[in-house]
């Protein structure tokens, strides 16, 4: 079993930051990508930041220049750093992980149960 268990969510002032954490556990054998989505209500689940490999990162147009994704590969770990916040940011932020576990040794994606940010003033 793998699951992706998130942090870092909460309330902020318009301009402000928060910094969003996930953690990957269990059988893993590999990992080919992590990264985050969220879903505001009313709205499609949409891909905020995404890294590939562990390597190339890729960005919603609407997040580019304010989010910044990062990874530790030895925690198995992803990071979101958000920076400028605007109010249209407010959504549920879910981890995803497209992950190779040890037994079935076939890549499957991964879910982590969501973390509200709410930017308001």
């Known amino acids: 079993q793998v699951q992706l268990v998130e942090s870092g969510g909460g309330l902020v002032q318009p301009g402000g930051s928060l910094r969003l954490s996930c953690a990957a556990s269990g059988s893993i054998f590999s990992i080919d990508a992590m990264g985050w989505y969220r879903q505001a209500p009313g709205n499609q689940r949409e891909l905020v930041a995404l890294?590939?490999?562990?390597?190339?990162?890729n960005y919603a147009d609407s997040v580019k220049g304010r989010f910044t994704i990062s990874r530790d590969n030895g925690k198995n770990t992803v990071y979101l750093q958000m920076n400028s916040l605007k109010p249209e940011d407010t959504a549920v932020y879910y981890c995803?992980?497209?992950?190779?576990?040890?037994?079935?040794?076939?890549?499957?994606?991964?879910w982590g149960q969501g973390t509200q940010v709410t930017v308001s003033s």
């Open positions: 890294i590939i490999s562990g390597v190339s990162a």
């Open positions: 995803y992980g497209r992950i190779t576990d040890v037994p079935t040794m076939r890549p499957r994606d991964y």
